[in-house]
Nanobody, 126 residues
């Protein structure tokens, strides 16, 4: 079993930066790709970014490409999301999730993730 706990959310002005972290417990962390999703009020959950177990495959949504960077530290069982040049439309609850596979070809589908964190709020003011 994998337990995921996100941290690092908060309120930031447009153009600012935040770094989200996800701490994972459980032996299976190292055999899984990890992803970040977000959900804004009244909207469906959407894929943000993912990283394979080896770190060799990284995936981004077009909306965050060039602004967000995902990384992981398998020794510390953590995955991070560095968010720069934040925009008001980035406002959402951000969730960390564990993928079923270590090196997925496709990583943007929520139903391929079976463990989710409780979420952390990110609010970007204009």
């Amino acid at each position: 079993q994998v337990q995921l706990v996100e941290s690092g959310g908060g309120l930031v002005q447009a153009g600012g930066s935040l770094r989200l972290s996800c701490a994972a417990s459980g032996r299976t962390f190292r055999s899984r790709a990890m992803g970040w999703f977000r959900q804004a009020p009244g909207k469906e959950r959407e894929f943000v970014a993912a990283i394979s177990w080896s770190g060799g495959r990284i995936y981004y949504a077009d909306s965050v490409k060039g602004r967000f960077t995902i990384s992981r530290d398998n020794a510390k069982n953590t995955v991070s999301l560095q968010m720069n040049s934040l925009k008001p439309e980035d406002t959402a609850v951000y969730y960390c999730a564990a993928h079923l596979n270590p090196e997925p070809v496709v990583a943007r589908l929520g139903h391929d993730y079976d463990y989710w964190g409780q979420g952390t709020q990110v609010t970007v003011s204009s």
